[in-house]
Each structure stands twice: as structure tokens, then as C-alpha cells.
């Protein structure tokens, strides 16, 4: 019900980047000390893709009509790496913890204010929809 309205569906586009983000920016402080490790992140997302329907789901094609027919998820967002070249370790890893802390630090606030955008949007709704005013 509530994917049907539009603050709702870019509110949860943006909460599902910002956790496929977080884990990105968790596999680069994990491998903060593999040698010749190449940093990667998501590209941005802009406010055009949040209002852009998700695409619709792949399903596989069976040959047999008693063959299951899995959904496949669609790439919602694209890894990239990020190429830094000024900052690698001489073990060729490029991984500094500090600005992997900070953008994880950003994700927090950006994940923090999606949701209360949601909350204060189901409290207006409620508003809306009380029988005694």
C-alpha cells in the first residue's frame, strides 16, 4: 500500500542504496589491510533515479512447465571503483579507514533522515485519516 505513494517508493530507493552502500564501504574497511586492494563505492544516485519506478524483475525461462520460475533481482545500483592513486599504501592497497569512516558517518545521517521523512509522513497521513480531528 504505501509503495503505491511516491515519498514512500523514493523514501525506500533511497534507504536500499544508502545499505548496499554501507556494505561497499564495509567490504573496504574489512580489506583495509589487503595488499594491492582496489577501493570501490557506488556511483551517486540522483534525485531523478529516486523517482524513477524500480524496473521490473527478470524471470528465468523454463523449459518445462513443472520447472520453478525464480525472479532474478535487477542491478538496482552500480559498483565502481574508485581509483585514487595519490593515496595507496606501498602494499598498492587504497583503502584509508578514516574517510571510510567518515562516508559511513554520512550514510548514518542520510539513513536517519529517509526514515524520519517516512515517519513524519505516516504521521500526516494518520492526521489525515483520524475520525475525531
Given at each position: 500500500?504505501?509503495?503505491?505513494?511516491?515519498?514512500?517508493?523514493?523514501?525506500?530507493?533511497?534507504?536500499?542504496?544508502?545499505?548496499?552502500?554501507?556494505?561497499?564501504?564495509?567490504?573496504?574497511?574489512?580489506?583495509?589491510?589487503?595488499?594491492?586492494?582496489?577501493?570501490?563505492?557506488?556511483?551517486?544516485?540522483?534525485?531523478?533515479?529516486?523517482?524513477?519506478?524500480?524496473?521490473?524483475?527478470?524471470?528465468?525461462?523454463?523449459?518445462?512447465?513443472m520447472h520453478m520460475?525464480?525472479?532474478?533481482?535487477?542491478?538496482?545500483?552500480?559498483?565502481?571503483?574508485?581509483?585514487?592513486?595519490?593515496?595507496?599504501?606501498?602494499?598498492?592497497?587504497?583503502?584509508?579507514?578514516?574517510?571510510?569512516?567518515?562516508?559511513?558517518?554520512?550514510?548514518?545521517?542520510?539513513?536517519?533522515?529517509?526514515v524520519n521523512l517516512?515517519?513524519?509522513?505516516?504521521?500526516?497521513?494518520?492526521?489525515?485519516?483520524?475520525?475525531?480531528?
Amino acid at each position: 500500500m504505501f509503495e503505491d505513494l511516491t515519498l514512500f517508493a523514493m523514501a525506500q530507493r533511497q534507504v536500499d542504496y544508502l545499505a548496499r552502500r554501507q556494505s561497499v564501504l564495509s567490504e573496504n574497511v574489512a580489506n583495509a589491510n589487503s595488499p594491492q586492494y582496489k577501493l570501490k563505492d557506488l556511483a551517486p544516485v540522483s534525485f531523478k533515479d529516486l523517482m524513477a519506478p524500480p524496473a521490473e524483475a527478470v524471470r528465468a525461462t523454463v523449459t518445462n512447465p513443472m520447472h520453478m520460475s525464480p525472479e532474478v533481482e535487477p542491478v538496482r545500483f552500480e559498483q565502481v571503483d574508485v581509483h585514487r592513486p595519490e593515496e595507496s599504501k606501498p602494499d598498492g592497497n587504497q583503502v584509508l579507514i578514516e574517510d571510510q569512516m567518515q562516508k559511513i558517518g554520512d550514510i548514518k545521517g542520510d539513513y536517519e533522515l529517509a526514515v524520519n521523512l517516512m515517519m513524519k509522513h505516516i504521521n500526516m497521513l494518520k492526521t489525515a485519516l483520524d475520525k475525531n480531528g
